[in-house]
């Protein structure tokens, strides 16, 4: 069974400034794909940027990118420019790739401050 | 495009009792999952529907059940509350089953008194 680790439990960054987020996951299969959402307290959850294992490119969404690593098995996501809207529950997921629905694994979340 | 709509947004039942919610996903959306979110376990997977039929199913015991109607609504029903379903219950919807996105909508608080 795969799990998805998120070693940080709480974050905080300055506003304006960059933040990392990290994010490991243990899975034996060599095709998946690996999610962040943000849930903010207004409590839906947000898609913020999506990557796929066999894509070497990492993901881009305006401020939020990420560092895959896959051989290291490695997700973490990058906030540049940080702003207070920014401010939420931060998850990492993963999907296992092949036609028949496959439930997504989430993490335990870090949740992210942003100060003024 | 509407978005995912769960309804009702809170419930509070006693022990013992039963509950359904409901999920309306995105308009051509066939995938509808569940999910529970406490603050001690997380997000746990409770099943996935996909053209009326459960196409996966998380850990959870027979109390917890749903469908999906032919319009691809669904329902999730728990039977005999117990205090530890208190949750939040997500319900989401994707395009397909192969790696598109997760689209939640905003929950349905259940406290179980």
């Known amino acids: 069974a795969q799990t998805v680790t998120q070693s940080q439990p709480e974050m905080s960054v300055q506003e304006a400034e960059t933040v990392t987020l990290s994010c490991t996951y243990d899975t034996s299969e060599s095709d998946y794909y690996l999610f962040w959402y943000k849930q903010p307290p207004s409590r839906q959850m947000i898609l913020v940027i999506r990557q796929e294992a066999y894509k070497q490119q990492n993901a881009t969404e305006n401020r939020f990118s990420v560092n895959f690593q896959k051989a290291a098995k490695s997700f973490s996501l990058k906030i540049s420019d940080s702003q207070l809207g920014d401010a939420a529950m931060y998850f990492c997921?993963?999907?296992?790739?092949?036609?028949?629905?496959?439930?997504?694994?989430f993490g335990p979340g870090t949740r992210l401050s942003v100060l003024p | 495009k509407a978005g995912v709509t769960q309804t009702p947004r809170y419930l509070i039942k006693t022990r013992g009792q039963q509950v359904t919610l409901s999920c309306s996903p995105i308009?051509?959306?066939?995938?509808v999952s569940w999910y529970q979110q406490t603050p001690g376990q997380g997000l746990q997977f409770l099943f996935e529907?996909?053209?009326?039929?459960?196409?996966n199913k998380g850990n959870f015991p027979g109390r917890f059940s749903g469908r999906q109607f032919s319009n691809s609504r669904s329902e999730m029903n728990v039977s005999t509350l117990e205090l530890g379903d208190s949750a939040l219950y997500l319900c989401?919807?994707?395009?397909?089953?192969?790696?598109?996105?997760?689209?939640f909508g905003n929950g349905t608080r259940l406290t179980v008194t």
């Open positions: 997921a993963y999907r296992s790739a092949g036609y028949y629905g496959q439930n997504f694994v």
């Open positions: 989401a919807s994707s395009s397909s089953p192969e790696g598109a996105p997760l689209h």
């Open positions: 529907y996909f053209s009326e039929t459960q196409r």
């Open positions: 308009s051509g959306h066939r995938s």
